[in-house]
Nanobody
Framework: VQLQASGGGLVQAGDSLRLSCAAS????????MGWFRQAPGRQRDFVAV??????????YYADSLKGRVTISRDNAKNTVYLQMDNLRSEDTAVYYC??????????????????WGQGTKVTVSS
């Protein structure tokens, strides 16, 4: 299994970015596909997840990020995206995509994810 995250970079506050997570070795619609982020010196935090089709195929978001991030899934490309708008300096972090087969109740916890990508760095300058 390989999850290849991309799309990070250096942007200014207020800008938008779209991160991509291309999967190989698994079918994204059969897993909960999540995004997490980790800022320097901080724990890895939940950002968003697109639940597997068998659990409804719905997006879920961290409360603090609702309205600024949108997660989507392209089954044909076996890829998951994270659109981030109106970026702030506090969004600066390494963003990781991950895949999980846990029950729906556990999809917001990083410890329940089996597979992880290498991360893509997002830096927002104010």
């Amino acid at each position: 299994v390989q999850l290849q995250a991309s799309g990070g970079g250096l942007v200014q506050a207020g800008d938008s970015l779209r991160l991509s997570c291309a999967a190989s070795g698994l079918i994204v619609s059969r897993y909960h596909m999540g995004w997490f982020r980790q800022a320097p010196g901080r724990q890895r935090d939940f950002v968003a997840v697109f639940s597997r089709s068998g659990s409804g195929g719905n997006p879920y978001y961290a409360d603090s990020l609702k309205g600024r991030v949108t997660i989507s899934r392209d089954n044909a490309k076996n890829t998951v995206y994270l659109q981030m708008d109106n970026l702030r300096s506090e969004d600066t972090a390494v963003y990781y995509c991950a895949a999980s087969s846990v029950a729906l109740s556990g999809i917001r916890s990083a410890r329940n994810y089996n597979y992880w990508g290498q991360g893509t760095k997002v830096t927002v300058s104010s």
